[in-house]
């Protein structure tokens, strides 16, 4: 069965500090992954998507970047962190046809930047 | 955008009671799915609904679609305390190859033992 893990589960990090977030997908190939970003009490926004290594789209401009090195890894990335990146990221992954068109979320990194 | 949003934005009943939540979107989409979220973990997928579908069953779970009002809705029959939780629309892109889908706030469900 397939599996997403994403990590660290909590990150407290201080301004202009780098980030780096790993999620890795098990059980599937070629999976299509996601970033999310979701801020206290708001909805999820949709930070970046790839449907295939090193095929990375942004939807928002942002201080965030992304890569996918391999197949079944995706990792959300900062150079210097702002007060404004702190949120809950989910990492989600999804097939796409007929009935793989729902998101598989990790269980979240919670990152307060300080 | 395409974001679609719940209403309300809160709820809190007494277990036993029916929970209906509902969801707006703007613009044209392919289905439209309802996930849930526990405090502090990722979303968990419920259900989800295509435009030709008016109505959708998965246990305790109804999902209704009105695209000509661009709406939805998710009516959990007799809650239970476990079920409380933030409950999340999404609708994707029609046109889309990708599968992005577009979150609304949410609807926070609180139920009562």
């Known amino acids: 069965s397939q599996t997403i893990h994403q990590w660290p589960a909590t990150l407290v990090q201080p301004v202009g500090s780098p980030l780096s977030l790993e999620c890795t997908v098990e059980?599937?190939?070629?999976?299509?992954l996601y970033w999310y970003r979701q801020a206290a009490g708001r909805g999820l926004q949709l930070l970046f998507y790839s449907v295939g290594i090193g095929q990375i789209s942004s939807e928002v401009p942002q201080n965030l970047s992304a890569s996918r090195p391999q197949d079944r890894q995706f990792i959300l990335s900062s150079k210097k962190l702002l007060l404004s990146d702190s949120g809950f990221y989910l990492c989600?992954?999804?097939?796409?046809?007929?009935?793989?068109?729902?998101?598989?979320f990790g269980s979240g990194t919670q990152l307060s930047v300080l | 955008s395409q974001q679609g949003e719940e209403d309300p934005q809160a709820l809190s009943i007494q277990e036993g009671e029916n929970a209906t939540m509902n969801c707006s979107y703007k613009t044209s989409i392919n289905n439209l799915q309802w996930y849930r979220q526990n405090s502090g973990r990722g979303l968990v997928h419920l259900i989800l609904?295509?435009?030709?579908?008016r109505e959708k069953h998965s246990g305790r779970l109804r999902v209704t679609l009105d695209t000509s009002k661009k709406s939805s809705s998710l009516l959990i029959t007799a809650s239970r305390a476990a079920d409380t939780a933030s409950y999340f629309c999404?609708?994707?892109?029609?046109?889309?190859?990708?599968?992005?889908?577009?979150f609304g706030r949410g609807t926070q469900l609180t139920v009562w033992p």
């Open positions: 989600a992954w999804s097939g796409w046809g007929s009935e793989d068109e729902k998101l598989f």
């Open positions: 059980g599937t190939s070629n999976p299509n």
């Open positions: 609904i295509r435009s030709n579908e």
């Open positions: 999404a609708t994707d892109d029609r046109g889309s190859t990708l599968g992005r889908l577009y």
